[in-house]
């Protein structure tokens, strides 16, 4: 089953259609303009390649190198390029977006005319293409020797919302620089053509790994994740919110969940899609108050209720995302006997008992983690997933917590690969490996398991 997303951040949908047809305009360039105005009014200073009122005349020369417009941070600290704006957690917030404007033109000879055999998948804002650009220039470039791939988002032409996530991606991402950030690299409108370039993740997104297994086309099937990578994607992700945390205006990314956490050439988390991005409360508020927006098992519980949306919203919507990645479950399917739709709601207790957690992890790794590291992850889990928003860690303790969790784990490997051949863990009730508990020694691993195992409940693959 699919995620189900909810809620418009665009009061005033109906009023845009009438007034567009009243111009003859195209919806999106009626609601463009609006949303353009209300940008410009919010922002005292926007960068020259901001789009304007009429479609950019030439591309802007960025700063950054490969067209980015934004510098990447080297080694350990945080980036001092000159261009102003606050570092922090390794990463950059400029005070402007600065960024390539592309024309349609060029786009189009990026994506081949946008043909289909290029396109890497689709959402509510639009498809996604994949095209090759010049390192130097970013001019459109053939595939090989100074060349690299990127992504380009096209906007649904009749997508409504789609024109203010567009703005709002421009916004946010396009001042925003970490290592666990997507890098938009560009933009284009013309006309009613709205695109948004970024940089090409390889791997895909978190969610093909841990749901699909059917494989894609001219590809193979799409392999269970280790847990050592499964850590390193979440210690990633919860990097990018620390960051955008950490800002000065506690940036809320508002749709934290799988499918928006892209994985690189060696499984590095990036986070994605900035559409419902909102800046967090100011002058001493605890919340801002917004229209309820996001996806249905993801979204906090107080945000769900009330509207308030507190920076430790984000923290929940972590807390499914490690539930996910320690089940290999998705957070809702209705597939699954009706007491397990939801899979926080089902998993709580599990999460619990210590005993209970073997029942609870991803039979697909077949005993190949650490069982105090389990316990770790489940324990942060329940943290995260607190009813009330005040009781859930803040993204840097969770950071911390997760890297003790791959200390503890990678300590662990490496004493089993030291040791004699393993022995397989001792069969449990239903088939599933019994837990051994202890420090020292191997018996921190939970496996191998002799032969596959079967999940306590049915689970969504595709």
């Known amino acids: 089953m699919g995620n189900c997303c909810f809620g418009s951040d665009v009061p005033e949908v109906g009023a845009v259609k009438a007034m567009a047809h009243a111009h003859h305009a195209h919806p999106q360039v009626a609601m463009a303009k609006r949303v353009m105005a209300a940008s410009n009014a919010a922002h005292a200073a926007v960068s020259p390649g901001m789009p304007g009122r009429s479609p950019p005349s030439a591309p802007s020369t960025s700063r950054g190198g490969a067209g980015t417009g934004i510098k990447r941070p080297a080694g350990g600290g945080a980036t001092t390029s000159g261009g102003g704006g606050e570092a922090s957690l390794n990463g950059r917030i400029l005070e402007v977006p600065n960024l390539r404007v592309f024309t349609f ?194 979204a906090a519980p107080e945000y769900m209720a009330t509207g308030h949306l507190y920076v430790k919203s984000d923290v929940y919507g972590f807390g499914v ?67 009330d928003h005040k009781n859930r860690p803040s993204m840097r303790e969770v950071v911390a917590v997760l890297e003790e969790i791959e200390s503890m784990s990678r300590a662990a490997a490496t004493r089993m690969d030291g040791s004699a051949s393993p022995r397989p863990a001792a069969a449990g009730r239903n088939g599933h490996a019994a837990q051994r508990h202890g420090s020292g020694s191997s018996s921190d691993w939970a496996g191998p398991a002799g032969g596959r195992r079967t999940h306590p409940s049915p689970r969504a693959v595709g």
């Not at 994607?233 to 960051?243: T, V, Y």
């Not at 479950?329 to 209970?356: C, E, G, I, S, Y």
């Open 105 to 298: 033109a060029e786009l189009r000879a990026v994506t081949r005319n946008f043909k289909a055999d290029t396109v890497l998948g689709e959402g509510g804002f639009g498809r996604v293409y994949k095209g090759w650009v010049d390192e130097r220039t970013m001019s459109p470039a053939r595939n090989g020797a100074g060349s690299m791939p990127v992504a380009v988002k096209k906007l649904n032409p009749e997508s409504l919302q789609g024109v203010q996530e567009w703005q709002t991606e421009v916004n946010f991402l396009g001042r925003l620089s970490h290592p666990n950030l997507v890098r938009l690299l560009g933009y284009c409108w013309e006309e009613k053509e709205l695109l948004l370039v970024y940089e090409y993740m390889a791997k895909g997104s978190l969610e093909n790994h841990l749901f699909r297994s059917e494989p894609r086309k001219g590809g193979a099937a799409v392999q269970p994740l280790p847990w050592s990578v499964r850590l390193r994607i979440a210690i990633g992700a919860a990097r990018g919110l620390a960051f955008l945390h950490s800002s000065e205006k506690h940036v809320i990314y508002r749709d934290f969940k799988a499918s928006n956490i892209l994985l690189d050439t060696h499984f590095n988390a990036k986070l994605s899609d900035f559409g419902l991005a909102k800046d967090g409360p100011a002058g001493g508020s605890s919340h801002v108050t917004t229209r309820v927006m996001g996806t249905y098992g993801y």
């Open 321 to 387: 995302v490690l539930l996910e990645i320690l089940t290999g479950m998705r957070a809702l399917d209705t597939d699954r006997p009706a007491a397990q739709h939801n899979l926080v709601d089902w998993a709580k207790p599990f999460l619990a008992d210590r005993k209970k957690l073997a029942r609870l992890v991803d039979p697909r790794l077949e005993g190949q983690y650490s069982s105090r590291g389990a316990q770790r992850a489940a324990q942060l889990t329940l943290r995260c997933l607190a009813a």
